[in-house]
C-alpha cells in the first residue's frame, strides 16, 4: 500500500476576489511583498492569477497544514477582506514515488 510522503505533499490556496471589493496598487505591492517572502523562504512553488476568473492560486511546499492556513490568513488579500481563500492538501502523483504506488 502507498504511504504519502511528507515531499509529495503541497499546500494550495485558492484566492477569490469578495463581491464589491476593488484592489489598490498598495494592496497588489504588499500581497506581492508576501510572496516575495515566501519564495525567499523557500515554501513557494507556485503563484500567479487566473486569467478566467477574479482570483489566483498559491501553492506552498515544505510546509504543515496549519502553517499553510497561517500563511493564508496572513496574505494582505485575505487579512484586508479583500479576497477569501479555500485551502486544498494537494497529495503529487510523480515518477519518484511511483505514481502514488499504482505506476
Given at each position: 500500500?502507498?504511504?504519502?510522503?511528507?515531499?509529495?505533499i503541497?499546500?494550495?490556496?485558492?484566492?477569490?476576489?469578495?463581491?464589491?471589493?476593488?484592489?489598490?496598487?498598495?494592496?497588489?505591492?504588499?500581497?506581492?511583498?508576501?510572496?516575495?517572502?515566501?519564495?525567499?523562504q523557500?515554501?513557494?512553488?507556485?503563484?500567479?492569477?487566473?486569467?478566467?476568473?477574479?482570483?489566483?492560486?498559491?501553492?506552498?511546499?515544505?510546509?504543515t497544514?496549519?502553517?499553510?492556513?497561517?500563511?493564508?490568513?496572513?496574505?494582505?488579500?485575505?487579512?484586508?477582506?479583500?479576497?477569501?481563500?479555500?485551502?486544498?492538501?494537494?497529495?503529487?502523483?510523480?515518477?519518484?514515488?511511483?505514481h502514488?504506488?499504482?505506476?
Amino acid at each position: 500500500m502507498y504511504e504519502t510522503r511528507e515531499e509529495d505533499i503541497r499546500y494550495v490556496i485558492l484566492l477569490t476576489v469578495n463581491a464589491g471589493k476593488q484592489m489598490s496598487e498598495a494592496l497588489i505591492r504588499a500581497h506581492v511583498e508576501h510572496l516575495k517572502q515566501l519564495d525567499d523562504q523557500g515554501k513557494l512553488e507556485l503563484c500567479g492569477p487566473f486569467a478566467d476568473y477574479r482570483g489566483g492560486m498559491v501553492i506552498l511546499k515544505g510546509v504543515t497544514y496549519d502553517e499553510a492556513k497561517a500563511i493564508a490568513e496572513a496574505d494582505p488579500y485575505v487579512s484586508s477582506g479583500t479576497e477569501s481563500y479555500e485551502l486544498r492538501t494537494w497529495e503529487l502523483s510523480t515518477a519518484s514515488n511511483g505514481h502514488m504506488g499504482m505506476g
